[in-house]
């Protein structure tokens, strides 16, 4: 009888050895224990925490999610504005599950979160872009690139919420159709154009300005100067007496008696008149 009892014993213990299994949570992941048989069957509503996991390999799976931020680059998709322009988006956008969601998403899902992230999540981010850019005409998506962005990180962030992901960042990667983008460069050619014409002119009329100024300056110089000289020639004359006259004369007489004098005395030199 003993010996049947140890027979059981090391049956019993050696089928816990085959069944049991080990892992490990590492840190920034979440483990999930799931039930794959029975009743039971699906998340037993035990969150795994880091560290070490023993359970029954044959009757239990466990998985992990990592809960650091991924950046994920999506495929490139397009669609059309309010006025019906193309619009392509390479959108990369940077996100996390939600710290104790790890059960909830594999139950919904019951995938691994690469392919959640990569696949499952698509339509939504999508269905974002296209909500918001259907919304919007070709100048707003042009001139409010802000609002544009500031608006899909808010839409993302609430969709992508109720599927308990945080979103850190959003890159939309917009591109601008073609022909929008040629007549955008247009515009600004014709408003360069239109500037250096302008700037052309006010040269031109500064150039001007410039030289009926130094013509104005040159008259007003004349004037000041003509008017200078007739003063100077009226005082001059003003002052001219007779006997200023003699004074003059006497400084430049050279000692000799004239030949002629004048009826006043003014000495007069009569070999100008002599010819």
């Excluded at 460069?185 to 154009?193: F, G, S, V």
């Excluded at 003003?238 to 004369?249: T, W």
């Amino acid at each position: 009888m003993k010996r049947t009892i140890n027979i059981i014993a090391t049956l019993l213990f050696v089928c816990c050895c085959l069944t049991s299994c080990y892992t490990r949570v590492d840190a920034g992941h979440e483990g999930i224990k799931v039930n794959l048989y029975g009743d039971d069957k699906g998340v037993d509503g035990v969150e795994l925490v880091t560290g070490a996991v023993w359970y029954n390999g044959f009757t239990t799976a466990v998985y992990e999610y990592p809960t650091f931020v991924q950046t994920v680059d999506y495929e490139p998709f397009s669609f059309n504005s309010q006025d019906g322009s193309v619009f392509t988006f390479d959108p990369t956008i940077m996100l996390s599950i939600k710290s104790g969601a790890a059960p909830e998403v594999f139950v919904k899902y019951r995938k691994e979160l690469d392919e959640i992230l990569t696949v499952t999540l698509v339509p939504i981010i999508q269905d974002a872009f296209k909500e918001e850019i259907n919304a919007r005409k070709d100048n707003d998506l042009i001139s409010k690139q802000t609002e544009f962005q500031n608006a899909i990180e808010s839409r993302l962030a609430e969709e992508l919420g109720k599927e308990n992901f945080v979103v850190s960042k959003v890159t939309t990667g917009i591109q601008y159709p073609s022909a929008l983008v040629e007549s955008i460069n247009a515009k600004n050619r014709a408003q360069q154009e239109e500037l250096r014409i302008k700037n052309e002119v006010l040269v031109a009329e500064a150039e001007v300005a410039k030289k009926v100024a130094i013509a104005k300056g040159n008259a007003d110089a004349k004037k000041i100067n003509a008017d200078a000289e007739a003063y100077y020639n009226r005082t001059v004359s003003a002052s001219l007496s007779p006997a200023l006259i003699n004074m003059k004369a006497l400084e430049k007489w050279d000692g000799k008696t004239p030949v002629v004098a004048g009826a006043s005395g003014t000495f007069i030199d009569a070999s100008k008149f002599i010819k």
